[in-house]
Structure formats: structure tokens, C-alpha cells
């Protein structure tokens, strides 16, 4: 099992910058990617951004040049850095663990954090 903790979401103004932080814990070695997803309001779950043990990245194309994702593998946390943030990035936004080569090994869940956008 791997538990995520995840930090930093709010409320701030169209144009601003959030930080939000995912801690993992447990068996980090089964897992080989970290990310974010968000989920709005009768939207379905999406993929924001994605990091792989190998330093690969990848971005939903609404949020390519906006956010960033890092990771402190030392600390075995991943953060996603989200600057001009509009009302549209408004959502839960949950922290995904995954390995993406050995599919039986379950995907997991942070609890979710808010971000909310107000114009």
C-alpha cells in the first residue's frame, strides 16, 4: 500500500499562483510515476500532469506553460506549482500514485484538495 497526503489547495484570484504538495508513504519502491489529477463539478476525473521515476513529464495541453510538476525524490513528495490560474482550473485535485508498467499493482488516491478560482 501507498498513502498520499496532500496539501497546499485554497482559495485565490484569477492570475494567481497555488503550490500543492503530496507526500507518499509506504511502499514508494511498487510505484513509478506520481501526478495530479483534478475533477469539477460533473466533469469527469482528468490527468493536470504527470512525473515519472525517469524524469519524464507530460501535461494536459490546458495547463502546458501554466503549471509545473517537480518531484524530492529524497523526500518522496511530488508538488505541482500552478501559476496564472484561471476560474476554469476551479476543482478537487487529487494525488496519483501508479506504476505504469506492471498493471495489476493498483493505482492510488490522495484525499483531495480544493483550488478554487474566483474571476
Known amino acids: 500500500q501507498v498513502q498520499l497526503v496532500e496539501s497546499g489547495g485554497g482559495l485565490v484570484q484569477a492570475g494567481g499562483s497555488l503550490r500543492l504538495s503530496c507526500a507518499a508513504s509506504?511502499?514508494?519502491?511498487?510505484?513509478?510515476?506520481m501526478g495530479w489529477y483534478r475533477q469539477a463539478p460533473g466533469k469527469r476525473r482528468e490527468l493536470v500532469a504527470q512525473?515519472?521515476?525517469?524524469?519524464?513529464?507530460n501535461y494536459a495541453d490546458s495547463v502546458k506553460g501554466r503549471f509545473a510538476i517537480s518531484r524530492d525524490n529524497a523526500k518522496n513528495t511530488v508538488y505541482l506549482q500552478m501559476n496564472s490560474l484561471k476560474p476554469e482550473d476551479t476543482a478537487v485535485y487529487y494525488c496519483?500514485?501508479?506504476?505504469?508498467?506492471?498493471?495489476?499493482?493498483?493505482?492510488?488516491w490522495g484525499q483531495g484538495t480544493q483550488v478554487t478560482v474566483s474571476s
Open positions: 512525473s515519472t521515476n525517469g524524469g519524464r513529464t
Open positions: 496519483n500514485a501508479r506504476n505504469t508498467v506492471q498493471t495489476a499493482i493498483p493505482n492510488y
Open positions: 509506504g511502499m514508494i519502491f511498487s510505484i513509478n510515476a
